[in-house]
């Protein structure tokens, strides 16, 4: 569906107002819905249509994934935790997970980034050198 350069300003609007010190808070997310339902403006759905995406874009940003080959110790993620942290900023929602085909080293995704120290990428990569 096709949506109109006003309903993509609104969304873009109401979502800044559900972020507050540059980490989106799910109660103003709840309260804006709810308002834009009572309320119905012109065109409300391709707007909550567009703001949907947009909370989307923003969770996957705010989220990192840490695979690793084994399981990983508290101080270790507490490491980790710590630097992407200090790189992508407060407010980051990390899950850890074992993946042993990786052979060991890790694999970090944060929003588009990807951090890759694996032994399988490296494989990978000398194998695609030959």
């Known amino acids: ?23 989106l808070d799910e109660g103003r997310v709840r309260l804006a819905v709810k308002r834009v339902l009572e309320v119905k403006p012109r065109g409300y759905m391709p707007i909550l249509n567009h703001f949907e995406r947009l909370l989307r874009l923003e969770i996957e940003r705010r989220t990192a994934r840490v695979e690793s080959a084994i399981a990983l110790t508290p101080d270790i993620q507490a490491k980790i935790q710590e630097g992407l942290t200090k790189r992508h900023g407060q407010g980051l929602n990390f899950s850890f997970n074992q993946n042993p085909e990786l052979i060991g080293g890790l694999r970090i995704k944060v929003g588009s980034d990807v951090y890759d120290s694996s032994i399988q990428s490296r494989l990978a990569a000398l194998q695609a050198a030959f």
């Open 1 to 23: 569906m096709k949506i109109s350069k006003q309903a993509r300003r609104e969304a873009k609007q109401l979502f800044r107002s559900c972020v507050a010190n540059g980490v």
